[in-house]
């Protein structure tokens, strides 16, 4: 967004920071002001009935309509489609449009209290069933007008007696609808129809450019034009279904005119090619708007290669109310599937009411053929997330959803679950949706794995599709013990010393501690011990096992031995998925001689006995990774004296 500093906006308990370049506008005081997410503002206030809208309001950018609500929770909507933000909060419902930098709209949003953070993808629910009008509602032969906002009912029963026209244009949505909607709803819709309306149903999808006819640069363009216009049908379908507007209805993609051949053209035709394969698969009829300088030579010379809108819209200003164009065959758009924009950027007066319009001449009919009912197609997930979680930590789940024949399928839930967590995901232009688990809490089973599960409910257009399988759980172990010992002369064992206090080994995926209670004092006949303690410690995000066994002193005099004495003994090994590490500290007399210790690893310490071996901080990798670090480890022909044992290992890390 914008620089140049940033001004504090208040509005009944919260606080919207936005640049200082932002126009701010009060409602209550200035209730015609058209509320337009072509430029940067902030709209304060209920939008008035009757705005004072120009008719070629496009193109989105970053603004806000803040309103008085009864809401009391806060809550984030997204339509990634159309480029909108809908919010609660106590005592306000929020849209938030953008165009180049939704992350700059999310920050204003963040900065006021609302969970963006935590947007859920969400469509309008369809209309009851009361409010839905008959497919006719979008077939009318004569004149009509459009306008950007939805003109109020005192103006539309104005009109209806006095103005001549007979449908009405309305801008259902689409990414690049300029001007807000404060009074289009299903019942407004319903009310004309019963008084004699008809419609004409336009969505404001993405243009050839960013400058295309009206957008003023302010226009999201076409990168990706099968997918785009497959997920802009899919939305402009939500957007009618939610005004009662069902299927057999012509909805018009709004073409701004642009500079035709090249790629221009190139990715418009394939745009409203997918645009009219998705609304005839959900059971709509298509209708394209353009520029008879543009569009309309365009879609003729592609007649035979794609599939045509059922019904072509020309802005041709040229003052004829007339459907016949010298630019269109005669065998095209030949059976009531016309019509002609043939004045625009007026404003007119009937009953009193001005309003700002183009006008229009239509014919268009039910259809020669009923609209193909929808048929479902099949779909298929593939998971494509981690193999491996844990706990404690973020996992990233992922999947793709596709036509059994490959193709993505763009803009639908896809609901994930890692054990009995639960996130959900929105696919793509290429068929990828991702959600967030932020911490994995999975019980450890005996095979460490979680299981995971990505499904598709299905809807108008799609079945439903599932993919199910495991992730492995990363887990660690860890032992540690104080003494062990086992000593026999002449074959006779003189003292058995089972390892001592001894944790046993620790499996787990999850923070614990683990220390059985220290063993004040061991006293056999050659060796003697005071103080041994031993615990294991792990962590989570991302797992650890630490092992620590320590002894205040111990003495080994064995016969044939000089006599040895350790203090201040610790072992410690630590194991994560990145590293292992481990250490001993102690003091050491052999003999009643101190014996310098360096830290290396495995030291050895000479006893001057032959066949007898004191190896110092000796530290053994495991067969499953892990390390084994033994402070003192004292072997002889038929003595094992172990003092402070540790070891720790960490699993499924690949």
Same mark, same amino acid.
């Given at each position: 967004?914008?620089?140049?500093? !940033? ?136 004149? +009509? ?15 209806? /007696? ?202 268009? +009919? ?17 998971? !494509? ?72 409910? +299905? ?83 991302? /797992? ?31 194991? !994560? ?9 102690? !003091? ?67």
């Amino acid at each position: 967004m914008t620089g140049g500093g !940033t001004t504090a906006i208040h509005y009944r308990g919260h606080t919207f920071t936005v640049p200082a370049d932002w126009k701010v506008v009060d409602l209550d005081k200035n209730p015609a002001t058209c509320v337009r997410f072509d430029r940067h503002a902030v709209y304060l206030g209920t939008p008035g009935a009757r705005q004072d809208c120009p008719a070629d309001v496009t193109g989105r950018t970053e603004a806000l309509l803040v309103r008085p609500s009864n809401a009391t929770k806060a809550a984030v909507t997204e339509n990634p489609t159309s480029r909108t933000y809908s919010a609660t909060a106590a005592g306000i419902t929020v849209t938030a449009g953008y165009g180049t930098d939704p992350a700059g709209i999310r920050r204003v949003l963040a900065g006021a209290g609302l969970p963006v953070a935590s947007a859920r993808t969400a469509a309008p629910p369809a209309a009851p069933a009361a409010l839905a009008v008959p497919a006719d509602a979008t077939s009318y032969q004569g004149n +009509g007008f459009d306008a950007c906002a939805a003109p109020s009912q005192a103006a539309m029963n104005a009109w209806k /007696g006095s103005s001549g026209y007979g449908a009405v244009g309305v801008y259902i949505g689409g990414e690049n609808r300029g001007c807000s909607q404060a009074n289009l709803d299903a019942q407004w819709v319903q009310t004309q129809y019963t008084n004699g309306w008809r419609f004409l149903p336009i969505y404001v999808g993405k243009q050839a450019t960013a400058d295309a006819g009206s957008c003023g640069g302010h226009c999201s363009v076409i990168t990706d034009p099968a997918p785009q216009g497959s997920a802009a049908a899919d939305d402009a379908v939500a957007q009618a279904k939610a005004l009662g507007l069902g299927a057999g209805s012509v909805i018009y993609e709004n073409m701004e005119n642009y500079p035709p051949g090249g790629d221009n053209t190139s990715r418009v035709l394939a745009y409203l090619d997918a645009w009219t394969k998705r609304l005839h698969d959900l059971g709509y009829r298509s209708g394209a708007y353009g520029g008879g300088a543009s569009l309309t030579p365009d879609l003729v010379a592609a007649a035979g290669r794609i599939t045509l809108p059922d019904v072509i819209d020309t802005a041709r200003w040229n003052d004829r109310a007339t459907t016949d164009d010298p630019a269109i065959p005669a065998n095209l758009w030949a059976d009531h599937q016309r019509v002609h924009q043939y004045a625009g950027d007026l404003t007119e007066s009937h009953g009193g009411v001005s309003i700002g319009i183009d006008r229009d001449f239509i014919d268009v +009919g039910t259809g020669s053929t009923p609209p193909p009912p929808p048929q479902k197609k099949t779909t298929k997930l593939a998971y !494509t997330g981690p193999k491996t979680v844990s706990d404690g930590s973020p996992a990233t789940l992922s999947a793709t959803l596709t036509t059994d024949a490959g193709a993505p399928v763009a803009g639908r839930k896809v609901s994930f679950a890692l054990g009995t967590q639960t996130c959900d995901g929105t696919t793509d232009a290429q068929g990828a949706a991702t959600c967030t688990i932020a911490s994995v809490d999975a019980p450890l089973t005996a095979d460490a794995t979680v299981p995971v599960k990505a499904s598709f409910a +299905g809807d108008d257009g799609y079945l439903p599709a599932e993919v199910t399988g495991t992730a492995r759980l990363q887990y660690v172990t860890g032992r540690a013990y104080g003494l062990s010992a086992d000593v026999s002369l002449l074959g006779l064992p003189v003292v058995s010393v089972p390892p001592t206090p001894d944790t046993g080994t620790v499996r787990t995926a999850g923070a614990s501690s683990t220390a059985p209670p220290c063993t004040a004092d061991i006293n056999a006949l050659v060796l003697s011990s005071k103080t041994l303690c031993a615990r294991v410690d792990t962590k989570t995000g991302p /797992g650890g096992a630490t092992s620590t066994a320590s002894l205040e002193e111990a003495t080994v005099g064995l016969p044939g031995l000089p006599v040895l004495k350790v203090s201040g003994i610790k072992a410690v090994s630590t194991s !994560t998925c990145s590293a292992v590490s481990g250490s001993t500290d102690l !003091t050491l007399t052999v003999a009643g001689v101190p014996v310098t210790i360096d830290g290396s690893v495995n030291e050895s310490v000479d006893l001057g006995v032959v066949g007898a071996r004191l190896v110092v901080n000796e530290q053994v990798r495991t067969a499953d990774g892990g390390l084994t670090v033994n402070a003192v480890h004292l072997t002889a022909p038929g003595v094992d004296v172990v003092v402070a044992s540790s070891t720790s290992a960490a699993h499924n890390c690949g």
